[in-house]
């Protein structure tokens, strides 16, 4: 069956240090990856959009990689600070982008402590 | 910044009763979506609406849920006779374009507690 794991339900680490958060799938081939921050009680945020021709993507202090050989994803936060402290979603699309569905992973817990 | 925005954000029933969850998409959005996070537990697909009709639903929306846009700004999601396990924050999303290829705008959420 079709899975999605985000191998750490929590991560902490020190301010300033580069957060790599992984995604991995099964029984899935996406045509795009999708990650979102989800802080307590609220909708996620779209943070990124990666295309499975693109190796990797960088937005200001994230990057995400994409090896559709592996079927993993790595999302990273350089020079983390306390406000990047919340759960990161990887969703990945279920029919190729077209009206299908995004599925989301269970998420990772991050908190950078000051 | 344009935002999907939620009505109500927190509403409690009792088992069985019918509610009526609204959702105001992005105004030039074309693609609508509803989703469900149980507490703890990871964001959930319900359905997408496309064109005035359903175009993916899972399988979770059985025949107690639907859907409906009423009119060119508000998306509904109704749930006709209320479990406990419907007890959940239900997200509202909207696209540009077809989910997975463009980025995707929820809203707040409602949180939705049966009693």
């Known amino acids: 069956s079709q899975k999605i794991e985000q191998n750490s339900e929590a991560l902490n680490i020190q301010e300033g240090k580069t957060a790599t958060l992984t995604c991995n799938y099964t029984n899935y081939s996406p045509a795009y990856l999708q990650w979102y921050r989800q802080d307590p009680g609220r909708g996620p945020v779209f943070l990124l959009l990666?295309?499975?021709?693109?190796k990797e993507k960088r937005k200001e202090r994230l990057k995400v990689t994409f090896d559709t050989t592996l079927k993993q994803s790595l999302f990273h936060i350089t020079a983390s600070q306390p406000a990047d402290s919340a759960t990161y979603l990887c969703?990945?699309?279920?029919?190729?982008?077209?009206?299908?569905?995004?599925?989301f992973g269970k998420g990772t817990k991050l908190s950078v402590k000051p | 910044e344009p935002e999907v925005t939620q009505t109500p954000s927190h509403q409690v029933t009792q088992m069985g009763q019918e509610v009526i969850l609204r959702c105001v998409p992005i105004s030039n959005h074309l693609y609508f979506y509803w989703y469900r996070q149980i507490l703890g537990q990871k964001v959930e697909f319900l359905v997408s609406f496309y064109n005035n009709e359903i175009s993916e639903k899972s399988e979770i929306f059985d025949d107690q849920f639907s859907v409906e846009r009423p009119d060119g700004s508000n998306f509904t999601l109704k749930i006709r006779s209320t479990k406990l396990e419907d007890s959940a924050m239900y997200f509202c999303a909207s696209t540009e374009q077809g989910l997975g290829t463009t980025e995707a705008f929820f809203g707040q959420g409602t949180r939705l507690t049966v009693v």
């Open positions: 969703a990945l699309d279920h029919y190729g982008g077209s009206q299908g569905n995004l599925i």
């Open positions: 990666i295309r499975e021709n693109e």
